[in-house]
Nanobody
Framework: QVQLVESGGGLVQPGGSLRLSCAAS????????MSWVRQAPGKGLEWVSD????????YYANSVKGRFTISRDYAKNTLYLQMNSLKPEDTAVYYC????????RGQGTQVIVSS
């Protein structure tokens, strides 16, 4: 079955960077578009970014555009999210999921942006 395992979160100061990873298994990774979503404390799931199956199209929420970059490595079946210029409002649990099916998301990885 679909398994997605996120990693790479942590505590970072404002203005810092992190790279999140999502190891995918149980499906043909190269055939599906993928998403990153996040959930801040006390709030619902928020879409962050998408990448097409072929990797040629990437899409971002306005709140992260210009600061975050989504990418994928087909040889490693891994999805990435490079996060730069982090802000306290980026604090959240970050999940990867198959696009359009957020129920496939993994356990998430915590990102805390604080001084």
């Amino acid at each position: 079955q679909v398994q997605l395992v996120e990693s790479g979160g942590g505590l970072v100061q404002p203005g810092g960077s992190l790279r999140l990873s999502c190891a995918a298994s149980g499906f043909i990774f190269s055939s599906l578009a993928m998403s990153w979503v996040r959930q801040a404390p006390g709030k619902g799931l928020e879409w962050v970014s998408d990448i097409n199956a072929g990797g040629g199209g990437t899409y971002y929420a306005n709140s992260v555009k210009g600061r975050f970059t989504i990418s994928r490595d087909y040889a490693k079946n891994t999805l990435y999210l490079q996060m730069n210029s982090l802000k306290p409002e980026d604090t959240a649990v970050y999940y990867c999921a198959i696009r359009g099916d957020w129920g496939t998301r993994g356990q998430g990885t915590q990102v805390i942006v604080s001084s």
